[in-house]
C-alpha cells in the first residue's frame, strides 16, 4: 500500500510540475463557465422591432406599448406598410416587424409578425416571446408560466452540458495522454517491472486525476451557483454521487484509449475525435436529441455525456430525487464497468 500511495504522490507531483497542464485543467474551465454564462448565450435579448400600422390607435397604442415594456424587444421606427418593415429586414436594420390591420382597433386582432428566419432557432423564440407580449383576442389575455427557468436564462441550460464536457475531455484525454507519454519515454516498461502490481501503477496514475476531477467539480458548482446564479434544487450529495460515478467513468474511457494508442500525438487526436465532436453534437448539450434523426438517436445512445447532462439538469435544475435519474446512473455505472473491462483486459493482454 506504501508503494501504491508513493506512485500517487509520483504522478501528482509530475502534474503539479507542469504548468501548461495545471493552466488546462483549472484555466479551460473557468474560461468555458465565462464564456457559455455570459458571451455565448441564446438569451432574447434586443431585438430590433419595427412597428407596422396605418392608424395608432388606442388599442393599438396599447399593444405597442406592452411590446416596448418588454426587456426583449427594442423598437426602432413606425412605419405604415409591410413593403418598407421587410426592406428594413433585408437590410439588416430590423430583426422582426410587428403588422398592425386596419380594424385592429375595432376587432382587437389582426396582427402579423414578419421575422428575419435565417436563424430558425432564434426566430421562433423571438415569436414565441412577441406573441407571448401580444396575444389579446377579444379582450383575453393568454398567460404563460414557464416552470424551473422563469426568466429563460440559457446558463441553466449550458451549465450542465458544460460540466459532461469538460469532466469527460480532462479526465478521459489527461489520463490517455499521460499513460502514453510513458510510453514514449520508454518508463512505462521500467515502472511495470517493479514490485507494485501492474494494475496498481495504473491506477496510481488514474488516481491525482480523480482528485483533480473532483476539484474542477466543485469550482464549477461554485461558479454556477455564485457566478451565473444556476440553482442547485436538488440534493448536493446526490449531484456529486452521478458526478464521481461519471468522472470514474472519463478515467475508464482515458485508460481504454491510452491501452490503444502508442503516441501522445494518437492518443489526442483519437480522444478528440472519440470525444470532443460526439459529445458536442450528440449528447444533447447543443442540440435536443429528440429533435435529431432517427438515426443519430440510436447512434447518442452510445454517448456517455447524454446520460449525465440529462441526470444533471434534472437533479440541478429540476429539483427531483435520485429515483427519478436511476436509469441515466445505471446506465453510466454499466459503461463504466465496460469501459475498465475492456482497458484492464487490454494492458493484460499487452503484459502479457
Excluded at 507542469?18 to 434586443?46: C, E, Y
Aim: glycine share 4%; with cysteine.
Amino acid at each position: 500500500m506504501k508503494q501504491f500511495i508513493s506512485f500517487v504522490i509520483k504522478e501528482a507531483k509530475h502534474i503539479l510540475r507542469d504548468k501548461r497542464t495545471m493552466l488546462i485543467l483549472f484555466g479551460m474551465p473557468v474560461v468555458m463557465m465565462l464564456l457559455f454564462g455570459f458571451a455565448i448565450s441564446t438569451d432574447v435579448r434586443n431585438v430590433r422591432t419595427v412597428v407596422v400600422t396605418s392608424q395608432m390607435d388606442p388599442q393599438t397604442q396599447q399593444a405597442v406599448q406592452r411590446l416596448s415594456a418588454s426587456e426583449y424587444f427594442t423598437l426602432t421606427q413606425t412605419v405604415p406598410t409591410p413593403q418598407q418593415a421587410e426592406r428594413l429586414i433585408r437590410s439588416q436594420k430590423a430583426d422582426m416587424a410587428v403588422v398592425f390591420a386596419p380594424h385592429f382597433g375595432s376587432r382587437k386582432s389582426g396582427i402579423q409578425l414578419i421575422v428575419d428566419g435565417s436563424d430558425p432557432n432564434m426566430a421562433q423564440q423571438w415569436t414565441n416571446y412577441a406573441l407571448g407580449g401580444l396575444t389579446q383576442m377579444n379582450g383575453t389575455l393568454v398567460n404563460t408560466k414557464m416552470l424551473y427557468n422563469p426568466q429563460m436564462k440559457s446558463a441553466y441550460n449550458f451549465v450542465p452540458a458544460i460540466m459532461g464536457m469538460l469532466l469527460m475531455l480532462i479526465c478521459a484525454m489527461m489520463t490517455s495522454i499521460s499513460i502514453v507519454r510513458e510510453k514514449e519515454r520508454g518508463t512505462m516498461e521500467v515502472l511495470l517491472v517493479s514490485p507494485v502490481r501492474p494494475l496498481m501503477v495504473i491506477l496510481a496514475k488514474a488516481v491525482p486525476y480523480l482528485v483533480l476531477a473532483f476539484t474542477i467539480l466543485v469550482v464549477i458548482l461554485l461558479m454556477a451557483r455564485y457566478v451565473l446564479g444556476v440553482p442547485l434544487a436538488g440534493s448536493l450529495f446526490w449531484i456529486i454521487v452521478v458526478s464521481l460515478i461519471y468522472i470514474l467513468l472519463a478515467l475508464s474511457l482515458g485508460l481504454l484509449i491510452s491501452s490503444i494508442a502508442q503516441t501522445q500525438l494518437v492518443a489526442l487526436l483519437l480522444s478528440a475525435m472519440v470525444l470532443l465532436m460526439p459529445v458536442v453534437m450528440l449528447s444533447g448539450m447543443m442540440f435536443p436529441v429528440e429533435s435529431m434523426p432517427q438515426v443519430l438517436q440510436w447512434i447518442s445512445a452510445v454517448v456517455p455525456p447524454r446520460y449525465y447532462i440529462q441526470a444533471m439538469r434534472k437533479l440541478m435544475i429540476m429539483g427531483v430525487g435520485i429515483e427519478e435519474v436511476l436509469t441515466e446512473v445505471l446506465v453510466l455505472v454499466g459503461m463504466t464497468a465496460l469501459f475498465l473491462a475492456i482497458a484492464l483486459r487490454k494492458f493484460n493482454v499487452r503484459l502479457e
